[in-house]
């Protein structure tokens, strides 16, 4: 005999579900954009290396633009900014895949439950 609170454990599965589904679609959207970011960082920090030393660097911060005096104290806090990026987007990398494999194994379980339960109202007919 099927469960009778079946239909409302299935559609408790189907919404834990979708909201893991929204869950990954967020990590994966930061990822991206950490992404950009460290790929920015890289381009910066190419930039720099290929002008004269005695060339004057500028620093956006907000709506300021200033003149840095110390273009190695630049580079170098450019490079701690991509390092950090890079471990935050390998943080969500493994994240994401934690969330996607959580996510198959729910959604096997979801078919596995719909197929029992269908099964078992099949069977429910035939007697």
Known sequence: MVEP????????????????QAQIEQVANQRYQIDIK????EKTLKELSGIE????VYKNVG??????DDKEKLISDLEEQKELSQMRLKTMENQQKTLEDK???LEQTIQR????????Q?????N
């Not at 609170?5 to 893991?20: C, E, G, P, V, W």
């Not at 460290?38 to 960082?41: F, N």
């Not at 030393?53 to 004057?56: A, E, F, G, H, R």
């Not at 439950?113 to 078992?120: A, D, F, Q």
């Open 53 to 56: 030393k005695d060339t004057p």
């Open 5 to 20: 609170n079946l239909n409302a454990y299935l559609q408790n599965q189907i919404k834990q579900a979708q909201d893991m």
């Open 63 to 68: 709506p300021i633009i200033y003149k840095v």
């Open 122 to 126: 099949n069977n429910q007919g035939i």
């Open 113 to 120: 439950k719909y197929e029992e339960s269908t099964r078992g």
């Open 38 to 41: 460290v790929k920015e960082l």
């Open 103 to 105: 996510y198959k194994e």
